[in-house]
T-cell receptor, first 112, second 117 residues
Framework: GENVEQHPSTLSVQEGDSAVIKCTYS??????FPWYKQELGKGPQLIID?????GEKKDQRIAVTLNKTAKHFSLHITETQPEDSAVYFC???????????FGQGTELSVKP | GAVVSQHPSRVICKSGTSVKIECRSL??????MFWYRQFPKQSLMLMAT?????????EQGVEKDKFLINHASLTLSTLTVTSAHPEDSSFYIC?????????????FGPGTRLLVL
């Protein structure tokens, strides 16, 4: 079955710097890759997603890139702010809206 | 749009009792909902896929007789933890897919914190 690896597990940056979180997946049939932000004690919130027919997608300070050949996808956050501090999860799912397989999570800390 | 609610937000119960958690899609219909469990500092683990009008599909290692799932309408799925024990204490989160968009996006609820004493 699908396996998703996420790195790093923790990431600390200064306010205003960029943050990059990387994920790899194992199933080449996976075609949907969402990213979720989870604040302490809350449910995950979808922040951006990408489908396999697209190589890059951007939404203001957040961007996601996908390399299907290498089976990598990454989250890029620019101009980080303290409110970006949270745990971020990547996920992958297969054709026909299969179940999501989550990465291990990255705890991002943005220091003022 | 795409709001999912859960009730209760937190519950404390005695060992051996049963607890029901509700998951509702507030502004869309959801033929398919998912139930996850999350332990502290860990990722989300899928427990089961809930399909409206049919039996849930459980992941390997999840006891279907212990975690009863009912998806009786297009906006409501319930998870009942039967004969709860301290090791069932966890954060339970549901998600739902918008049937109308035919998209695979999952929208998550706020979670339910269960503590079994």
């Amino acid at each position: 079955g699908e396996n998703v690896e996420q790195h790093p597990s923790t990431l600390s940056v200064q306010e205003g710097d960029s943050a990059v979180i990387k994920c790899t997946y194992s199933d080449s049939a996976s075609n949907y890759f969402p990213w979720y932000k989870q604040e302490l004690g809350k449910g995950p919130q979808l922040i951006i997603d990408i489908r396999s027919n697209v190589g890059e997608k951007k939404d203001q300070r957040i961007a996601v890139t996908l390399n299907k050949t290498a089976k990598h996808f990454s989250l890029h956050i620019t101009e980080t702010q303290p409110e970006d501090s949270a745990v971020y999860f990547c996920a992958a799912s297969g054709p026909q809206g299969g179940k999501l397989i989550f990465g291990q999570g990255t705890e991002l800390s943005v220091k003022p | 749009g795409a709001v999912v609610s859960q009730h209760p937000s937190r519950v404390i119960c005695k060992s051996g009792t049963s607890v029901k958690i509700e998951c509702r899609s507030l502004d869309f219909q959801a033929t398919t909902m998912f139930w996850y469990r999350q332990f502290p500092k860990q990722s989300l683990m899928l427990m089961a896929t809930s399909n409206e009008g049919s039996k849930a599909t459980y992941e390997q290692g999840v006891e279907k007789d212990k975690f009863l799932i009912n998806h009786a309408s297009l906006t409501l799925s319930t998870l009942t933890v039967t004969s709860a024990h301290p090791e069932d204490s966890s954060f339970y989160i549901c998600s739902a897919r918008d049937t109308g968009t035919h998209q695979e996006t999952q929208y998550f609820g706020p979670g339910t914190r269960l503590l079994v004493l």
